[in-house]
């Protein structure tokens, strides 16, 4: 096998890419200068060097000195915990700049079905509760998973690991509802409960 | 032009239908036996005798030998009005059961630029907020409007118009978050911020 | 069931035509006027009535007083007779005008299993063959059907009931190649064969 | 900006891949064991240092000691020269084992807009011809370009530029007609043309 044949194999591991694409990739590459492909190694190579995993929530952020990443290391005087699936919704959240708490990324569901493999750090979780719990930083636990069968199997799991241990704790879920561009013709019951129940008024308390 | 055109210019005229799928349409139903080509000339007779527009809330609803649809004449004693767009989207949230106030259809957006003719009832709604007030019917006014800015445009204009005149009545409008089947790491800033701040909390006051 | 309900039925038998889209149309027709209403009654109602379906093609035409569609009256002197699998097939080819031959709507694929029923006229087109050739109308036998693997099989099998009959009889398909918008790219084999194969030449006898 | 953020950038020159994608390729890596990366690494290096661009007809080859690639290099006795437009095409064509002459990559199409550069190595196929007509070589130029009509542009063109000087070289195209999977109800009149020009006879000369 060739190098163009063994560099779209690699290429085709990546997430959403099969064989055409991958090819086309090499051939991308192919056209392109030195100068872009030296680029791109030293790059790949850096995210490895220059990227570390937070000790304390686990999410990647760039080496800095510190055993820390920023959010961890800073001091909100926030106590809340955001459980979220994986990086792209940390930053996703994160962004936004509404959020002033702590994160912690679990890394992947944690299956309904037992011989499916889970990447879920859940005892990483566990022990990060009950140490934040012993510093007396932590009231509050927001579980900021996104809305699906896997995600509420998920979330019903850990709130049944953790809650019994801290009966002070809070647990809380992102709030649902109608979201962006959503068509009340098409919304499903449960959106339509969670819509209606959570009303927002307009003119009396709270103002939108 | 013979009946198969004339026919298919027709259906080009349903909503979504372009010139193929009507001829689609023309060509099923020349395959089709007499008895459904029948029913559904009745049907389509029907509609117009048997459906009636409510002169209260302005949905369609089979005639009943009543003036007022079933919805308008029950007496909930929920003093709730909820606008809506379309029927569509009355019957979306009127087959869950979850509501149990009022509904008016408003028939179309108001538009953001004047040139462009608005459906919307405007005239109507505003009457029927005045008369349900005066017989003490009204406490609060449900924007139940899709996520657009068509729609928040809409939501606005209505509100001007209307909330200076009756201080008393309450303004809400249907509760923002996460959908069903929402992926955290797409969510808009917008969602996020109804999400973050309509949290539901899991073991204190409110139960889900 | 009311009027709404059941036009919406009738509505989701149209091809192509879910739920959703069905009881659309029933709104959209609840909306229009009377006069729209009335035109779309009349012409469902004179397709039956002002439509025939002729006797030797099996296609559909506008009644006009003969027995035979205007394409199989018209001597055009071409003794060709294309098989199509259904009306739309036919009208494509037709308003080419690149064709002067005659035509059979066959209705249907020869399903390979013998579970699925046919709709295929696969009697008619025999005893049509078995006419025009004792009136010396018929010198070739054009399959006119799509590529696929049903219409493939449909072909073999007409193919070996006819030609034992019919020694001098000629058959041909379509010719298969590149079609318009083809990325060569992506050409499966079979149309590379036949690209390749069927080459036209530019200056040498045929010219593009 | 950090290493997560420089690679995201430089994944998203990659051909189809926009801000999101770039950034999931980014945490894919992020994931992946140090095996990977190396390997990874190694042969984006590898395939600028062990593929060359063969100097006859300009697809990329794995080095093997030859100037020429092994098309190139090997005498088939068939003086056919395939125009195609990217190693893709030419790839695809090649894989299917039917086409035993030569080819020439073009590298892009020539714009009918002046304004718009041209990636097509015009200059050096030109010199090719020149080339192997002088070495008694060439009798056939094929165009095996996509449909569309900037290759049907190119085909004009090149032809235009190439075939006053030699009056003995035939020019072909790649035949059209139907496609595999095309459905005769949507063909267009260009490939319906082809295809009822270039019917295949069953039972006389040629057999499908």
Do not use: W
């Not at 790949?44 to 304390?56: G, L, P, S, V, Y």
């Not at 792209?88 to 990324?105: I, M, R, S």
């Not at 012993?134 to 709130?159: C, Q, W």
């Not at 704790?169 to 979201?179: D, E, K, M, N, V």
């Amino acid at each position: 096998m060739n190098s163009i044949d063994k560099l779209a194999e690699l290429f085709q591991k990546f997430p959403g890419i099969g064989k055409r694409q991958a090819r086309r990739f090499v051939y991308f590459l192919l056209h392109k200068d030195n100068i872009y492909i030296q680029k791109l190694i030293n790059e790949i190579a850096n995210i490895k060097k220059e990227i570390n995993q937070c000790k304390e929530c686990y999410r990647f952020y760039p080496e800095n000195g510190k055993s820390l990443c920023p959010i961890c290391i800073q001091d909100t005087g926030i106590k809340q915990l955001m459980i979220v699936e994986k990086d792209a919704d940390l930053e996703n959240v994160h962004k936004t700049n509404l959020y002033e708490g702590k994160y912690f990324v679990l890394g992947g569901f944690i299956a309904s079905h037992d011989k499916k493999k889970s990447y879920a750090r859940t005892e990483q979780l566990l022990d990060k509760i009950k140490r934040d719990i012993e510093n007396k930083e932590l009231d509050e636990v927001i579980f900021g998973l996104s809305i699906s069968p896997e995600a509420e199997h998920t979330r019903m799991r850990l709130y049944n690991m953790i809650h019994e241990n801290y009966p002070d704790l809070i647990f809380s879920t992102l709030g649902r509802g109608l979201s962006s561009g959503t068509e009340l013709e098409y919304s499903d019951i449960e959106t339509l409960k969670y819509a209606l129940e959570s009303r927002i008024t307009q003119n009396k308390k709270q103002n939108i």
